[in-house]
Structures are given as structure tokens and as C-alpha cells.
């Protein structure tokens, strides 16, 4: 016992400084809409105001709650996500030993921690862990679901409580909670018909579906009330299950369902390098042996029985939702995060079992004929969000949005594990993995620093308003701006970073009406409007700080270069930049118009086709004199055109051809606008064997029509 448990303290430890340790320099939320749904649901618990519900569930969020009732400063709320999520990986990993150990009792605990090796390295839940995401607690209360399946006796129907809890707790956290509900009642089903005790499985339905329904009606739709103001419009993305069930009944979403199924199923045999196929067929021939009728070698069926059905009906459910609306990014097609915490037990299970040949090449085989069926035959097409796919490692290591190559090189690799020695092939899974985890960090990284990282309005707000209300105005976006834009996000972001003010999402006229802090807006003659001050503008989106009273009285943020978030402040910043009339944008921002790009840690890349590689963003300038700025990379520029339009492209005001070999700053241009325009324009062509990176350009208003600079007269 002594010495098991020195194992297991010894594993906590390793597991937590890994995982906290790969994700310790992550500052804030980076999926706006995901991460800071799950944050508002946490401070929403532990007491906070909060303008907005979401369809995400409030599970993973109980245990975030108490840090936003604990603490007031949003960098330490963040610092304790991280350290609660690296803990619960450390607990995840801590019971899935356990449970190998029930599984295989003759199996020494070195060799179980050899097995662990590989799972523990897995990358998704590595890069999972940096994230506000839901499926570190899923991986955790799944495990523990597991587990408590051998703390049941058939004969004992009070024993199934803990473990229907635990199902129940799945659905709390997840909509994909009712899959592994499902699959627990058909496994617990299982054990009743083997044991001939049919209470335990009344018990089990009563109590694991009774929270569900408990959640529904009760917890879902208090947290809603709680969290919409009254008169607000609550978005809620979540397709209902009967709308969800309800697509089967169409015969022209079946071949989307199945389709989707099936790259859901290449994703977990590429992700384990086949193993997962391995488990699975060990699993199917012991139950096809009938099992055992009683004991430990019961339970054992049993939970064999619920690790495979959980993957089963996760992929089926995840399959027939996303086929209610056509698949829109590559991503969709092999859908893999929701599958991720399920595919552990069964990933460590099939390295347990024999490495057999002929399973592993059929699967191999099929796995790279279905790279071409969607592609081909599904019109499998689009961008590609990473940390969906983040346990894909060929899509990690080649970095490009060919789905064909993708699944190729996994079924390639599949092949590779049937034939070499078991330890290099361990070996080189685990040097695989460590390498996708890298790609995804610094994923996470690009999105982080060029979409999602806070400016210096934080420092403003927080210096100057100790507590009291801020107001985020989202009816002054441009009307074509996309719902995931950087500038349409900014109101996600700071509800975060102002958990602790009454941050709400109003017009001027209700922030003029009911709030004495400040308002932030798109809208450049609010200020006038209002008779406020304008006192800062991010640099990267426009977004405008207004104040009311006099903008002396303020303290202003330290000048900072060279990041992402700055902001122009009032009086030691270009007048141009608080009159709306600069323009900035990261290579994330240009992401959201291009024709011929995709997005890398490095920048907006050309991907070797002709177009646009940038064009928009269709604003409204003054005339007068501009200088643009654009930074980057061009290792080759033979067709490379830069150039500044309006009138739909019919007014050419600048044209600049880029040269080869440039890096940083790739070239600084002057010119000037005769008269107002309405729909600027800033585009970059590149031809075929162009290589060329943008990371972000920068437009001054220098001069008005009388050469004097903006706002002086």
C-alpha cells in the first residue's frame, strides 16, 4: 500500500509540472467566445455581474467559481485556472492508473507506467490544459466514472450512486455528457443481465438522468436568467437534442452524418497510431465471450464495456450535430475535441494488447481512401481551427490544410507501428507527440499575441475606476464585421478583465444615462455626441476609450512598442489615431479578408495560388496624406503587388511592387487621398511562386487637404 502510494504521489507530481509547466506562459483566455463563456459562467457563480449568457455549459465552471469569488485581480483568477487544470490532469492520469491496475491485476506497476508514458504525452489534453476548455473536467469526471463502476455490487443497487453521479455531473459540464450518459445505462444494463439484479440499473437511470433533467429545467435556466439583463437578447448556439435527433429524420444530411462519423474515427486511429483500434477489438472479443457473471471480473467487463460505447456514442452524437448545419471548416470533418478525454482509457488499453498486423493495415488502408472521399466526394473545404484537431499530428507537424495528406501520413504511420519493434515504435510516438505539442503551443501563442491579448485599456480602467461600471457599446461595429473579428471580440475579451466591474453591453445613450465609468466603442463621433472625450484608441481594432469629465484628471498608461494591444493615448499620441482616421491591422485581422492566405504562427502566409492575399477593410478616411507601413517576410516576390483602393478598385491611390529578400519592415509609402472616401481600401496580390508573410501594416494620417496635421487648424 506504502509503496503504491508513492507511485501514485510520484505521478501526481510529474503529470502537474508537465502540464502546468507547457502552459505556464499562457496570460488570458485566447478562444474568446468558448474560454470566456465557461469564465463568465464561473463568475457569474461565485457572485459577479454578468451582461451575456452563453450555450456552454456551467459544469467545468463550478470549479473556477471560487477563484472569482476569492479574488479581484483577473491575472491571478488566470494563473489559478492554469493551476487547477494542470491539477486535474494530475488527478485524470493519478485514477486512470488505477484503473489499468483493476484492469490488468497481474500487471506490475512499472510496466502500467510505461503504458501511461504515451497517454500522459498525448498533445491535445498537453494543449487543453492552456485553455478555459471544458474537457480537462470532462477527463476527469469520465475517469472517475470509470472507476466507480468497480465500486459497484449488483446486489447493492445504492452502490451504482457514485457513479451515476459522476455521469450525471458529464452532462453538467458538456452536452456530449448525454453520450457517455447513454452508454453508462447500456454497460450498467450489461451488468444487471449478467448479475440477474436489475435494481442497480433502475437506480442508475433514476439518478444519473434525473440530473440531467435536473439541469435543463432547473440549473440551465436559472444560470440564463441570471446572466441576461433584462431586455437583452440571450445567443444561445447549442442546437436542441430533438433538433439534433431530428436530423436523422433527413435522408440528405445521412451522407454528412456518416461522412463526419467516419473522420471523427480516422481522427482517434491517427491520433493513437492505431492503438485505440487495438483496445477496441480486445474489448469486443472479451465481451463476445460473455464476460464474467460476477465479482471483479464483472465489473471489469463492464467498464471495458463503457470505455468503448462512451467513444461510440460521442462520435455518432458529435457526427449527427454537426450534420444540422453543413460542415463549413476542414476541422469539422475530423472533429476531434470532444473525443479526446474519452479516448484515453481505450488509447491505454490497446498499448496493453498485442501489436496485430492485419487489423492495423486494413484500418491504414481505409483510413487514406476516406482523406479522399471527403475531400472529393464530401467537398471537405475550408479554414482550419487547430485546437479542434490538436491531437491530428500530421496536421501539427506539416502545417497546411490538405486533408488528404493528413490522414495518408496517419494511415502511413499505423503501418510503421505494425511492423517495427514495439519500443521504437513507443518512442517514436512520444517524440511525435512532444513535436505536435510544440506546433499547437505556439498555435496558441500566434492566437493569443495577434487576436486575444488585452491592451493597455485594462491598466486605464483599472488605474483610474477602482470598481463601479464599464460599458462595451456593440452596436457601433461596422455592420460587415464578422462575429469572430478581432474588433467584435474585444467585448468577450473584457468581460473577463472586468469579471469585477458591472460590465455591460449598451449604447452611449444608456452608458450617458447609467454609468459614470467609461465607454468603450467603434463609434468615432460618439464623443461628440455626447459631450465626452475621447482618451485612447487600441491600435489594432479602433476601439475607442470615452470618458466622461475633463481627460486631464486621468492617468495614462506607460508608452509601450512593439505589442500587439497598444493603444494611442491622448496627448502623447498621434491626433489622427483618437479622430479614427489611423489604421492598423494584425495578421489575424487580415485573416478574416483573404483569398489566398492561411494563418501560421509566423504570420498570414501565401499558400502558393494567386489572389489576395489581404484586401479590405472598406473604411471611411478624410483626404489628405497617409503613410503606410507593412511588416513581414518575402523570401521570393516575383508577382508581389501592394496596393491602396476605393470605389471598388476603380481608384488606385497607391501601387508598390515588393521586392525579394525582405524582412521586418518591408516598405514605408506616402500618398495622398484627393477626396473622402468610403470604402479604402488596402490589398496585397501574390502570384504562384510567391513566398511571402504579412504580420501586420499600420496607415497614419499625416496631413489634412491643407498640409496641416489632422485635427490642428
Known sequence: MRNSLRWMSGMIAVVFLLFYGANSWVSGPAYLADEVGYLNNAAFLGGRFVDGASSYHAGYSMFLAPLFYFLSDPSWIWSGVLILNAL?????????????ARIFPSAPNSSLLVILIPVVCYPANLVISGYAFSQTAVALVYLLAIGSIFLVDARRAISIVAHALCIGLLFWIHPTGIATTVASVVAIAFMAYMSGHYKVLFVHVVVAFGLVALYKIGIDPWRVQGMTPPGATTHLHYPSIGKVLLGLLNPEAWPTVLSAALGQ????????FGFALLGAFAIAKRLRNGGAVAGDELATSTVLAFILLAVIGCIGLTAITLATGRPDRLDHWVYGRYLDPLILPLFAVGLRCEVKRWPLAIAAVLVSLLGFWLVGGMGADGPVNRVNIAGLWPEALLGNDNLIAWLTIGGLAMLAVSVIPSWIARIGIVAIYIASAVSQLDWHKSVLEGHSNPSEVVEFVRENFEDGCVTFDPSSLPPDTSPFSMRAERGALYSFYFFNYKFEKNGSDAWVNKCDGPLLTYDAEVARKVGATVVGVEKATGLKVVVKGAASQYRYPRQLTDRAGESYWIFTSPSCALEGTCLHATYIEMASRTQVGVLTPQGLTATGKSGFLFFGPYATMPRGTYNLVLRG?????????????????????????????????????????????????IRLYVGQSDVVTVSEYSLEHIQDQDGNPPGKE
Open 633 to 681: 517576410n518575402v523570401k521570393v516576390a516575383a508577382d508581389a503587388v501592394l496596393d491602396v483602393v476605393s470605389e471598388k478598385g476603380a481608384n488606385r491611390l497607391l501601387v508598390a511592387e515588393l521586392s525579394s529578400g525582405g524582412s521586418g519592415e518591408l516598405g514605408r509609402w506616402r500618398f495622398t487621398i484627393e477626396k473622402d472616401v468610403s470604402d479604402l481600401e
Open 265 to 272: 474515427l480516422a481522427y482517434v486511429l491517427i491520433a493513437t
Open 88 to 100: 486535474m490532469w494530475a488527478a485524470t492520469f493519478c485514477v486512470l492508473f488505477r484503473v489499468l
